[in-house]
């Protein structure tokens, strides 16, 4: 079976539809978190998360938007998004994004926004020891998926051995999941990647071939820049989608 993974997509529609043009054919859809926050679309991109029956968790900007977690852990300009995002959702959306879980396990993955070391916290995975935390707690588990940090890089950990291995992919790239390994995939954001690189990054989980490929997909972030503005979104927001930091 083949997974297409979509975190972060931070409200922005026009990375979204790019990716899932990229994705298509796969046979389920993974979403480890923030579907709103920062972008313009939070309503559009709700609803086409909806429509591929996607399997989503809950982020920490999902959380804030709805009134489950405080924003003053905000910085100011997420806060601002945050309070227009909110205002700009009906209580429909609302509803929907304060009944996601913090955590989802299947058969072969588990899935969850910042780190299971806490997940209601919404840790950042970044370094080898946050993510040797994480590796403690997935039990038998062999693949956690993650988002939060906006940063597509792999985790990988043999049980029993302190070591963690951290191998970045700004750029992409494919790897074999070899028996006996533990892995934590970020498959990075698709609204506002921080990695370096500004397209939008989504990943393909194969479970039958045991392999992560992570995907950057070009897109108008022009566009994306001009709707911000518009709706009079932090500058500092706007500015970060041209360099994908």
Sequence with gaps: MTYGLVSDIHANLTALEAVLDRLRGVDRFVC??????????????????????????????????????????????????????????????????????????????????GSLAGPEEFPYILSPGEARRCFEEMGDHGVCFVGHSHVSEIYVQQPGVFGVDQIGMPSGGKLDLRPGLRYIVNCGSVGQPRDGNPDASCAVFDSEAMAVEIIRVPYDFPAVQDRMRRAGLPQFLIDRLEFGA
């Design 32 to 113: 480890p978190g923030d579907v709103v926050g920062y972008g313009p679309d939070p309503a559009e991109c709700l609803s086409r998360v909806r429509s591929l029956d996607c399997v989503t968790v809950l982020g920490n900007h999902d959380a804030a938007v709805c009134g489950m977690m405080n924003p003053s852990w905000f910085n100011p300009d997420a806060r601002e998004a945050i309070s227009w995002t909110h205002q700009a959702l009906g209580e429909a959306d609302l509803h929907a994004l304060s009944i996601l879980p913090l955590t989802h396990e299947a058969n072969q993955f588990v899935v969850v926004h």
